[in-house]
């Protein structure tokens, strides 16, 4: 009787812990991060850029789940006096889909330089930066104000 009991108390914790030990507890909802960001003129290090200058933009990405970061987008707008979207100049609205030095890295510092036209609009400009982890989880900083100034 008590070799019954005892067994019956050994299966029921050997069931217990294969049904603990299966369990999958991959997270696949947390999105990366984005960190340390900087927008800044490539020759001085400061936010006013002139027409034709070079923006060096710089951040770090960091995939917070079990997954790998797989691309970034970076914009740069300026805030039209119209208010609406459409009537934005864009320095850039590129999608970076297949950097060597980002798919598939749990983390990754990007540095991008960016020709400003010189056709482009004076004044300030707004830096977004988007990062999406291969589950497609995406963050951005468009409440985050990376600023810079395009001058003549």
């Given at each position: 009787?008590?070799?019954?009991?005892?067994?019956?108390?050994?299966?029921?914790?050997?069931?217990?812990?294969?049904?603990?030990?299966?369990?999958?507890?991959?997270?696949?909802?947390?999105?990366?991060?984005?960190?340390?960001?900087?927008?800044?003129?490539?020759?001085?290090?400061?936010?006013?850029?002139?027409?034709?200058?070079?923006?060096?933009?710089?951040?770090?990405?960091?995939?917070k789940n079990d997954?790998?970061?797989?691309?970034?987008?970076?914009?740069?707008?300026?805030?039209?006096?119209?208010?609406?979207?459409?009537?934005?100049?864009?320095?850039?609205?590129?999608?970076?889909?297949?950097?060597?030095?980002?798919?598939?890295?749990?983390?990754?510092?990007?540095?991008?330089?960016?020709?400003?036209?010189?056709?482009?609009?004076?004044?300030?400009?707004?830096?977004?930066?988007?990062?999406?982890?291969?589950?497609?989880?995406?963050?951005?900083?468009?409440?985050?104000?990376?600023?810079?100034?395009?001058?003549?």
């Amino acid at each position: 009787m008590k070799k019954n009991v005892l067994k019956s108390i050994q299966l029921t914790i050997l069931a217990g812990v294969l049904v603990f030990a299966s369990c999958d507890k991959t997270d696949t909802t947390t999105p990366p991060e984005i960190k340390n960001i900087a927008a800044t003129n490539h020759d001085d290090n400061t936010t006013v850029i002139p027409r034709g200058g070079t923006i060096s933009v710089n951040f770090e990405a960091v995939a917070k789940n079990d997954g790998r970061l797989d691309w970034y987008h970076i914009e740069i707008h300026d805030h039209p006096e119209s208010g609406l979207v459409e009537d934005e100049y864009r320095i850039i609205d590129d999608s970076f889909m297949d950097k060597v030095t980002f798919k598939g890295l749990k983390n990754a510092n990007v540095h991008e330089h960016i020709i400003v036209p010189a056709e482009a609009n004076l004044g300030a400009y707004h830096v977004v930066i988007t990062v999406v982890d291969e589950y497609g989880n995406s963050v951005d900083t468009e409440d985050v104000d990376v600023s810079i100034a395009i001058i003549e």
